[in-house]
């Protein structure tokens, strides 16, 4: 009881701490009794054949004196929600290149990113090995048919030079987008133009790639495990987290400074991380279907049936092998797709509630 109780009181607390409504005399906020808080907390804690009997005690024994709720607990991840908007005001408005990496006390930036770190571990099951011969669709709009040539040239990213700005890099900077699916490739560029058609080539990885994968819901440590309670609060956020960064964000201009948070997360992860990652995998925003970004350009991709890569001129002054692709496309399986946009409209309501 001392070991349940003292996790009991970290993720809950009773709910007069709630803000209180007036007009309708109820606290406001999430609130459960003492036995659905027993088994919120401790579900997982006890073998399916005793589970019943076993909160059932724990909750007589705490009593039903109290409703609680888990808002302002130790537990709660709110604080963390503000430093991911504190963190993204920051780069957006005031700092985005310099990071006071001594004293992370007054900079939001470095303390946020710091914390951040504590997603890329192989224990909580976030990083994986996306495995050789995985199949990678990637896809670029276009007015006519035949105007886009079926080669990992025309399809892959483009060269460093001429790299437009996207959510996770910024302009100059070259990365891999592709999908897991033609649809969800297909629907991920469809907004970035008024093109009809849609040429995806469907590329193959070569070699094991390491990612940190935020599709799955990651093994969260016990909550009766005290000592692992910073790493439970962080992965608690991951929802909220992946939600933020894959928010929709409209082409209008604007996409130049609403992209920098999650472009200076990626380049963090990149180059900052414990575990060498090869890219990121996020849940669509149009289809929740899986999306990547991998950690290559334009040099990383060939075609099929491509001779065998000769170093460049880098490589051939330091000495250093080619580098053989990370990715290669069939030019067989290159198809041409109708885009199809469909648009909702919902009503605006006037401040005394009417439809207008």
């Known amino acids: 009881m001392a070991t349940f109780i003292e996790s009991f009181r970290y993720f809950f607390t009773t709910s007069d701490e709630l803000p209180w409504d007036n007009e309708d005399g109820v606290y406001v906020g999430p609130q459960f009794d003492t036995r659905e808080a027993v088994y919120e907390l401790a579900a997982d804690a006890f073998e399916p054949a005793v589970i019943d009997d076993a909160l059932e005690l724990v909750s007589s024994a705490i009593g039903d004196d109290n409703e609680w709720t888990t808002w302002g607990t130790a537990a709660d991840t709110d604080d963390l929600d503000y430093e991911w908007t504190q963190f993204a005001e920051t780069v957006k408005h005031e700092a985005r290149f310099v990071f006071l990496d001594d004293d992370t006390r007054h900079d939001p930036t470095s303390r946020f990113l710091r914390k951040l770190r504590e997603y890329v571990n192989e224990k909580n099951g976030l990083v994986r090995s996306l495995p050789a011969g995985t199949p990678v669709f990637r896809g670029r709009l276009c007015e006519k048919p035949g105007a886009i040539s079926p080669t990992a040239e025309a399809l892959g990213p ?199």
Do not use: C, K, W
Request: charged share 20%; net charge negative.
């Open 158 to 356: 483009a060269p460093r030079g001429r790299a437009a700005a996207n959510r996770m890099s910024p302009q100059g900077i070259s990365l891999f987008y592709g999908s897991s699916d033609p649809e969800t490739a297909v629907a991920e560029i469809a907004g970035h133009g008024v093109d009809p058609l849609a040429v995806v080539g469907r590329f193959i990885t070569t070699r094991d790639l390491t990612v940190l994968d935020l599709t799955v819901r990651p093994r969260l440590p016990s909550p009766f495990d005290q000592g692992r309670r910073r790493e439970y609060r962080m992965l608690s956020f991951l929802g909220s987290f992946v939600s933020a960064i894959t928010a929709p964000v409209i082409p209008d201009g604007r996409q130049h400074v609403e992209y920098v948070p999650t472009q200076v997360v990626t380049e963090y992860l990149r180059r900052v991380a414990a575990v060498d990652l090869d890219g990121i995998v996020l849940p669509s925003v149009q289809t929740g279907r899986q999306t990547f970004v991998l950690f290559f350009d334009s040099d990383g991709v060939a075609n099929g049936t491509d001779e065998p890569t000769s170093p460049s001129l880098r490589d051939e002054l330091l000495g250093l092998p080619a580098a053989p692709p990370a990715a290669i496309l069939d030019p067989s399986n290159v198809a041409t797709y109708r885009v199809t946009r469909t648009y909702g409209i919902e009503p605006l309501y006037s401040l005394r509630g009417a439809s207008v």
